[in-house]
């Protein structure tokens, strides 16, 4: 089984729009972290946003904010007033184990964002 | 400021002649970690240091090897690299986790990656 699907392979937004991008997770021990990255087509993977397992609050970071569902298991990064720059590769990931030698990111299959002027 | 370093970006060799790609951090973290990503997929964990204890994914090919002198540096050995290694590889870097961060110090610090092309 997948542990992290992505559903969106590719999303076009207008610019200025707000864009929620779907992540759902599958893992069985109780402490997880929730990563999602930018990739712009530079290919240098960018870390936007964390979302801890036990945190009771969504994450939030300037035009970052994660929709976190615990219940769900649902992790969806919403990018507020979105910008022609904001255009690239998303991928959302998960760390299962906070402790030493959980050290492993897993990966799931991106959704390719396109801001339209 | 460069944080994660990959030498070079671009990088060509023949088939079956060993490649040795680069990574240096300027972040003084603990683990270090070098993924294979193939076009319009998702990173693949290959192996990562945590200091000096190597650990390799199960799925790791052979013909992968690494090597991590000091904290600074970790280098990723292709023995006899064949077309379908062909990839972007991509190095990175975490804290030790505890750091205090608001994130817990687990996020991974990515470098450009490095875009191997095997001829």
């Known amino acids: 089984a997948q542990k992290i699907t992505q559903t969106q392979p590719g999303m076009f937004v207008q610019e200025k729009e707000a864009v929620t991008l779907d992540c759902t997770y599958d893992?069985?021990?109780?402490?997880?972290?929730l990563f999602w990255y930018k990739q712009p087509s530079s290919g240098e993977m960018i870390f936007l946003i964390y979302q801890g397992s036990y945190d009771q609050q969504n994450a939030t970071e300037g035009r970052y904010s994660l929709n976190f569902q615990k219940a769900r298991k649902s992790a969806n990064l919403v990018i507020s007033a979105s910008q022609l720059g904001d255009s690239a590769m998303y991928f959302c990931a998960m760390r299962e184990g906070i402790n030493f030698g959980n050290e492993k990111l897993t990966f799931g299959t991106g959704t390719r964002l396109t801001i339209i002027p | 400021d460069a944080m994660v370093i990959q030498n070079p970006r671009y990088q060509v060799t023949q088939f079956g002649k060993p490649v040795t790609l680069s990574c240096s951090q300027t972040?003084?973290?603990?683990?270090m970690y070098w993924y294979q990503q193939k076009s319009s997929q998702a990173p693949k964990l290959l192996f990562h240091?945590?200091?000096?204890?190597?650990?390799n994914e199960a799925d790791t090919p052979d013909n992968f090897q690494s090597r991590r002198p000091n904290t600074s540096f970790c280098f990723l050995d292709i023995r006899s690299p064949g077309l379908g290694d062909a990839a972007m590889y991509l190095c990175a870097t975490s804290a030790q986790p505890g750091t205090g961060k608001a994130s817990g110090g687990y996020e991974q610090y990515f470098g450009p990656g490095t875009r191997l092309t095997v001829t």
């Open positions: 972040l003084n973290h603990n683990v």
């Open positions: 893992t069985s021990d109780p402490s997880y972290g």
């Open positions: 240091y945590y200091d000096k204890d190597f650990n």
